[in-house]
């Protein structure tokens, strides 16, 4: 049974920064993708960065790239987002996912294990 839980979630001011994780648990053999998306209040879930698990690469969307960084620490079976100058568009209910397509992949369909989310709120 694969389980996703994020946590780190919190409220910061413009321009902190923020670590996310994701615990990692029952993940299908030869599953190479993870991702992080987010949700705001009244808008669909955006697509954020992904990691490539075996290397490490990153991908990012253009808004937060240069800002937020993806990492992994495998042994720990943890994925984290690193957030730094967090600006006002920010703020958004933030979920890992496992992606089921082999490739880096920003449709939120191309992901199939999703985590509960974690709540970040920036405050100006």
């Known amino acids: 049974q694969v389980q996703l839980v994020e946590s780190g979630g919190d409220s910061v001011e413009t321009g902190g920064s923020l670590r996310l994780s994701c615990e990692v648990s029952?993940?299908?053999?030869?599953?190479?993708?993870m991702s992080w998306f987010r949700q705001a209040p009244g808008k669909a879930r955006e697509y954020v960065a992904t990691?490539?698990?075996?290397?490490?690469?990153?991908y990012y969307s253009a808004s937060v790239r240069d800002r937020f960084t993806i990492s992994q620490d495998n042994a720990k079976r943890m994925v984290y987002l690193k957030m730094d100058s967090l600006k006002p568009e920010d703020p958004a209910m933030y979920y890992c996912?496992?992606?089921?397509?082999?490739?880096?992949?920003?449709?939120?369909?191309?992901?199939?294990?999703w985590g509960q989310g974690t709540q970040v709120t920036v405050s100006s």
């Open positions: 029952g993940l299908p053999a030869g599953r190479r993708f």
């Open positions: 990691i490539l698990r075996y290397s490490g690469w990153g």
């Open positions: 996912a496992v992606a089921h397509v082999d490739y880096s992949s920003s449709q939120a369909a191309d992901h199939d294990y």
